[in-house]
């Protein structure tokens, strides 16, 4: 319970390196900054192990509490978005899709309208975007929320009530945006593919829908929904763990929050932009 | 009506050092040896940045001593873990501001330690949170969030939080901070039923710690002080004795409170 967020707080412990005095030499400072962000990426990692330590062993603890908590975070990073979601999903298909197809019906490429719509909507815009959009709505969110919790002392206070802070606080968080990424991208991709093929209507691309939507399914194989769902989770939880450690995992007073929330989110975008690297190597082997 | 009987021990720290809440690099208190008993009425005096709140932290077991060692009910702080869960819950805590939680009612701040640790059924648990606020005159804030409500409520809200368990040992970070005089007599008055055994918690006795910068409201014979002066604990014996009117910090705080 306490350990949990302590061993935490003993991982992020990185305030006293960035404090100390400024260093002689551009070698010390990089030297510094190296240090940093290996120090980072330890505390981030040991976060997310313990994280889902505590999602193993109590995902079913206090459930008449913890599961609305679970379906309410769902909801902030998934559902609720949704409108928004299909406002971007109809620009996206206005925009690039419905130009791309143009293009390529007009260079009379249009055999490769299926292959090149999965690699751009389904396997990187669709998941990248989204996660981008759920970071800057709900991560930041989570950082503020989680930050002005720490600094209020309302994380002492659930541990004098017994209450494990990373099982109250964290896991419905985390839970919540790995779902609501993949429901989300999911939403992205259809609606964006839908209108791409209105707009293709529109400028009177000599493409039917059945032979759009065909290519595409052709193009499609198990092994995109399997990397895409499992990417998508990704981006989710690797979102909430960064979020959440920046909020939650070390001590912080209120003037500190803004300057965190910053960081949480440029750690979010290379989190993501990591994870998207590791896929994109995942596609090229098999 | 009879003082309870003394009987074991439910505090025991040994050579503990007190670090700061906010820089565990910080030692605040040297060498605490302090024995708490089942059925004592404790108060810890002492000016204020003595360290009364880290003292207090560190006696829940929400802080971990570098050095000495702190025991609860028999089980060593440093070790408690989800194992001791049962033991950590014999312990009630109020923070000097309350420290409530900001999004949630009065309400759903006293339910939440029944509804994440006790199986009970929503209309069971509202049925408790109703009874507690009654006892602390809450029930016409029950609704409101805590930041629209004056500190009074919300230090007896978190009050209310903190006996909702019904812990044996409840300790209190300086109750009486900031409350007028007759708010602070209720506050006192409510505390020596609790520790004599209110009859909502079926009279069972609860042992009884709090922290003060203002010893007046506290001037009974059943009492127990301690003082906490230039980073030393002392025990200092019940209210009027020789060693209490002795005390450097019991003669700062009585003398700062008559010139206040």
């Known amino acids: 319970m306490r350990g949990n967020l302590a061993k935490a707080v003993e991982l992020a412990n990185l305030q006293r390196f ?61 559902t609720s978005l949704l409108p928004m ?23 009379g490429a249009t055999s490769y309208l299926g292959s090149t719509m999965v ?64 429901a989300l991208t999911i939403y992205l991709i259809i609606g964006a593919l839908a209108s791409g093929c209105l707009c293709a209507f529109l400028a009177n691309v000599p493409l039917t829908p ?41 001590p912080l007073r209120l003037e500190d929050v803004s300057r965190v929330a910053v960081r949480a989110v440029t750690q979010g975008i290379i989190a993501c932009l990591l994870i998207d690297a590791v896929f994109i190597v995942l596609y090229l082997l098999t | 009506m009879s003082e309870p009987s003394i009987s074991p021990v439910v505090l025991e720290m040994r050579g503990v050092r007190v670090t700061a809440l906010r820089d565990p690099s910080l030692v605040v208190l040297e060498d605490v040896n302090w024995t708490v008993q089942a059925g004592e009425f404790w108060v810890v005096a002492g000016v204020q940045h003595a360290g009364k709140s880290d003292l207090l932290l560190h006696a ?61 059924t929503e209309a069971e648990t509202a049925r408790a949170v109703a009874g507690l606020l009654e006892l602390l005159e809450l029930t016409p804030h029950a609704n409101l969030t805590p930041g ?60 009884l710690v709090a922290t003060t910068d203002d010893l007046y409201p506290w001037q009974q014979p059943h009492r127990k002080f301690a003082a906490l002066h230039d980073g030393t604990f002392s025990e200092i014996g019940t209210w009027g004795g020789a060693e209490f009117n002795r005390h450097q910090a019991v003669s700062e705080l009585l003398t700062g409170a008559e010139g206040a």
């Open chain 1, 18 to 78: 960035r404090h100390a005095p400024l260093p002689r030499s551009y070698t010390d400072y990089i030297g510094r900054q190296i240090f940093l962000v290996l120090l980072t990426i330890q505390g981030v990692a040991a976060f997310a192990l313990i994280t889902l330590g505590v999602i193993l062993k109590k995902f079913g603890q206090a459930h008449g509490l913890m599961h609305p908590r679970i379906r309410q975070e769902i909801n902030r990073a998934g």
């Open chain 1, 85 to 107: 979601f299909m406002f971007v999903a109809l620009a996206l298909g206005f925009l690039v899709i419905g130009q791309t197809v143009a293009a390529l019906a007009k260079v």
């Open chain 1, 119 to 182: 690699i751009v909507v389904v396997r990187e815009l669709g998941p990248l975007l989204t996660a981008m959009l759920v970071l800057a709505r709900v991560g930041t969110a989570n950082v503020i929320e989680l930050g002005t919790a720490r600094a209020l002392g309302e994380v002492e206070a659930l541990e004098a009530l017994g209450i494990d802070p990373v099982h109250y606080l964290i896991m419905p968080r985390v839970l919540g945006m790995a779902l609501g990424v993949f």
């Open chain 1, 210 to 250: 059945s032979d759009y939507f065909r290519q595409i399914a052709e193009a499609l194989n198990w092994l995109d929904f399997a990397l895409l769902a499992l990417k998508t989770m990704a981006f989710g939880f690797f979102i909430a763990i960064v979020t959440c450690y920046h909020g939650l995992a070390q």
């Open chain 2, 60 to 120: 829940a077991g929400l802080l971990t001593p570098t050095e000495g060692n702190c025991r609860l009910f028999g089980c060593d702080t440093r070790e408690f873990d989800e194992t001791q869960i049962r033991e950590r819950l014999r312990v009630g805590f109020t923070f000097a501001d309350g420290k409530l939680f900001n999004q949630f009612t009065l309400a759903e701040n006293v339910a939440l330690p029944l509804r994440y640790h006790r199986h009970h």
């Open chain 2, 148 to 207: 629209n409500v004056a500190a009074v409520w919300r230090q007896r809200a978190a009050l209310a939080r903190a006996l909702a368990l019904q812990p044996e040992l409840l300790l209190l970070d300086n109750p009486n901070g900031g409350l007028t005089a007759r708010h602070r007599r209720w506050l006192v008055d409510f505390l020596d039923q609790l520790w004599r055994g209110h009859e909502f918690f079926g009279g069972r006795p609860i042992t």
